[in-house]
């Protein structure tokens, strides 16, 4: 699934500007719906990993070795009550950054920032469904952007809630920008126990153990494919002429175990160490293509909660 | 997810298929002779959330279920139901809903049910030693033998634990059946004399509580249903003091949240003008899940096909502390799962009253 990226700076005064656009929709065209809502509920979410050193090959003989990986990400959304459902309006932002050795043919950041504009609907008593685009800037260092670096991924996925402990998952991605544009998603989301809860269901498969009702542990994936823009002379300086103004899709799947601990109703804070088994920077269109030839250990830590 | 206490009102569905060659036939009988009082129709629309209702279409389906408005207070969620009742009176559907039995049903997850008189004492409490060995009892137990904090039970009634009292084997420890039959006793007992108001907090591991709190944030939330129900509530001992009105009563041992927990209700029914019906269902008590529930039905008499029916319109209200950790879809999730179980429980009483039709 696709993150947002961008300045901090730029992330405020999206949120701002989109706070004011979800009161106004509540006040003109909820009605009575969201009269008695006092305020604009919302979810956030500011995480950091950490991936140690770590190999991509190209080919036999071009290799970019022991390179680390700074992931960062904000996201923010308002999750207002309305009529139809509850509205997804927010921003994202997310970052990559490589320390990658002097003249390796690949780009040191990776960074996007997107709004997100989804809607959840209930269907029926058993059928959820989920629209959601993140309609955005994917570029690299944000210095030379184009009408070109604005991407519109988006998902609709449905859940069905067979039971209390047992709903399944079916839905599509898209980006058009992707090697595979549309990708098909399913899985299920169980509740074997009391204590016990596996979300097989991508990005984030996990089998999570609940100790006591603030403390939760968990071993899992999360599975990241994300597509970006790169500079107009990018590949001119790294002497891959076409690969100038390419398409790079990134993509990397960790494995790990965590411990959620729920600090207060409004915030949690999780901790996650694990290996990243996969790796790949692929300029699909211009065929070159740095696959995995050496994992990583990987640490993370992040902040999440909703009001 | 919380598992909504279940009691409803009879209904039976009605008669549906025709052939092909019946159409015109069908038609007829649905312009000619669905009659529903225009009050009935224009009362639901008033104060519910289906402002539109096709009787004749309502009775050929299931049980319609929507959430209610959003409310403030994000421990409260609420969902209506309608539904009709083909041949059967609203007298008849009180009738039904009084001897319907949610235990037959292990999908309810209602383990026990008994009658309480209005001056109960603590035997009234010993089908509490017959619990079944499920895990969910067996959660309560250990919940009770700790004084764990997901008790909702007031600081002075902690007090009366004693974990060495008594002896005996079995699910439930003679210890923990004689505490809850005392707390019980206690509870029904304030609630005959002095209603919801009368009860005690739940105080005992965290901010004080009030049932009767609950219930009246829950109805001032939903200003037209508490209009709507303003007479028959008045009387009850709803959110308020013993009312005019003689509750029933009954204790119940259930699942919540995964959890085994005991409840105290109290149901309340009364006619109205033109053969009309109201009645409420408390849960005025619960040990943990859910601070307070409350059921409302509006019936009206309509004719269906030409026998005369009744429409239900049932109101199903919640207050529980789990509700407010949700948010955004997770929200909507639970409203779902409360209406799968509304319509799983009407569909389970069509089978229990109409001869599994």
Known sequence: MKRFECEIFAVICAASSLLLATRIFAEEDSGNWLKSVSHVPFEYNAEDTYVGGGDVQRGPNKDVRDFDENDSIVHFVFTPRTKFGVLRIGADWERFSFGLPDHAALPDTLQSVSLVMGLDMQFSDSIIVRAEGQPGVYDTEFDNLGYDNFNLPFLIGGTYIYSPSLQLVLGVSVDIERKYPVIPVAGFRWKIAPEWLLEAVLPTPRLQYEMNKDLSVYVGANVKQTSYRVDDDFGTTNGIPRLNHAILTYSEVRTGAGLDWKISHVLTATGEVGYQPYRNFDFYRSDVRYHQDGGAPYGMISLHGAF | ?357
């Open chain 2, 1 to 357: 997810m919380l598992l909504m206490k279940i009691k409803m009102l009879n209904l039976r569905r009605c008669s549906s298929v025709r052939a092909g060659g019946l159409l015109l036939l069908l038609l007829v009988s649905r312009i000619g002779l669905t009659t529903a009082r225009a009050d009935a129709i224009s009362d639901l629309a008033s104060f519910s959330i289906f402002d539109k209702v096709d009787l004749a279409q309502l009775a050929k389906s299931e049980v319609k279920t929507a959430h209610g408005p959003p409310m403030s207070n994000p421990r409260f969620l609420a969902v209506q139901s309608c539904y009709v009742a083909t041949g059967s009176s609203p007298a008849q559907q009180i009738q039904a809903l009084r001897q319907w039995d949610a235990t037959r049903h292990r999908e309810l997850k209602v383990f026990l049910h008994s009658d309480l008189p209005s001056n109960p004492t603590p035997a009234n409490f010993d089908k509490l030693k017959s619990a079944p060995g499920n895990s969910s009892v067996r959660s309560f137990v250990a919940e009770t033998q700790k004084m764990g904090s997901g008790l909702q039970i007031s600081k002075e009634e902690a007090k009366k634990f004693s974990p060495g009292a008594g002896g005996g084997g079995g699910t439930v420890p003679a210890a923990v059946v004689a505490f809850w039959a005392d707390v019980l006793t206690a509870r029904t007992k304030s609630f005959v004399s002095g209603g919801m108001s009368a009860q005690p907090p739940y105080d005992h591991a965290g901010p004080s509580v009030r049932a009767g709190d609950e219930v009246n944030g829950l109805l001032r939330e939903q200003g037209k249903i508490r209009s709507q129900f303003s007479a028959l509530l008045g009387a009850t001992g709803i959110g308020r003091g013993a009312g005019s009105l003689k509750p029933e009563l009954y204790w119940e041992l259930l699942e919540a949240d995964d959890q085994g927990i005991i409840t105290l209700g109290a149901s309340y029914s009364r006619s109205g003008a033109g053969g009309t019906y109201q009645a409420a269902d408390v849960l005025y008590y619960a040990s943990g899940g859910y601070y307070v529930a409350l059921t409302l039905y509006q019936l009206w008499p309509v004719t269906v096909d030409g026998k005369p029916s009744t429409l239900v319109w049932r109101g199903d209200m919640i207050s529980a502390a789990s509700l407010a950790t949700l948010h955004g879809v997770e929200r909507l999730g639970s409203e779902s799962v409360m209406m799968k179980n509304i319509t799983k429980a009407v569909t389970f009483f069509r089978r229990d009253t109409s001869g599994g039709r």
